[in-house]
């Protein structure tokens, strides 16, 4: 099967071209460098998790790994240095990425969001309007620029909503 490289779906409402021009009081400048960048990742199939890792730190990119929601909100909470990006799977024994993000939102309120799941149906309308979401399986390239993309763009501060699962969803 053969994956695009421009196809992971932005939830955002800024686009590339919108670029300095689009900025707004109370934003959050990009984060561009990899070297100085942390991203934690949330993912429980571990061959996913691994395969993310070694993209990213190809890149220079500093990571932080949780296998389940649980665990990357008590490295979120215990870890001193920034966290630039939140990079969760959306579905997660124990706690689902979008509880996760509100819970290190909270705490972490610059912290920029992508989620990724095999699982799209209705997730899109249930995330917060300042993330990324990308359909796994995703080509590499996809994982690249959705990572670049977010990081390069200013941050509104939102947060997801109260309860996303609002609705009768439920965690896997």
Same mark, same amino acid.
């Given at each position: 099967m053969r994956y695009g490289y421009r196809s992971f779906t932005a939830t955002g409402k800024y686009s590339a071209a919108e670029g300095?021009?689009? +900025?707004?009081?109370?934003?959050? &400048?990009?984060?561009? &460098?990899?070297?100085?960048?942390?991203? /934690?990742?949330?993912?429980?199939? =571990? +061959?996913?998790r691994d395969l993310i890792g070694r993209i990213l730190e190809k890149l220079g990119y +500093?990571? /932080?790994m949780a296998q389940d929601g649980k665990?990357? =909100? &008590?490295?979120? =909470?215990?870890?001193?240095?920034?966290?630039?990006? /939140? /990079?969760?799977?959306?579905?997660?024994?124990e706690l689902d990425g979008p509880h996760l993000a509100a819970i290190v939102q909270d705490a972490r309120p610059d912290i920029r969001l992508i989620f990724m799941s095999g699982y799209s149906n209705g997730l899109l309308k249930m995330l917060d309007r300042n993330c990324l979401f990308i359909q796994k399986p995703f080509h590499p390239g996809t994982l690249i620029e959705a990572v670049r993309s977010t990081l390069a763009k200013p941050l509104r501060r939102t947060h997801l909503l109260a309860d996303p699962? =609002?609705?009768g969803h439920a965690t896997a």
């Open positions: 300095q021009s689009g +900025r707004q009081e109370g934003d959050v &400048e990009p984060v561009q &460098e990899p070297e100085t960048t942390t991203i /934690l990742i949330a993912e429980d199939d =571990a +061959r996913i +500093r990571l /932080l665990e990357a =909100a &008590e490295i979120a =909470a215990a870890h001193d240095g920034p966290i630039d990006l /939140l /990079l969760s799977d959306v579905m997660m024994p699962w =609002a609705g």
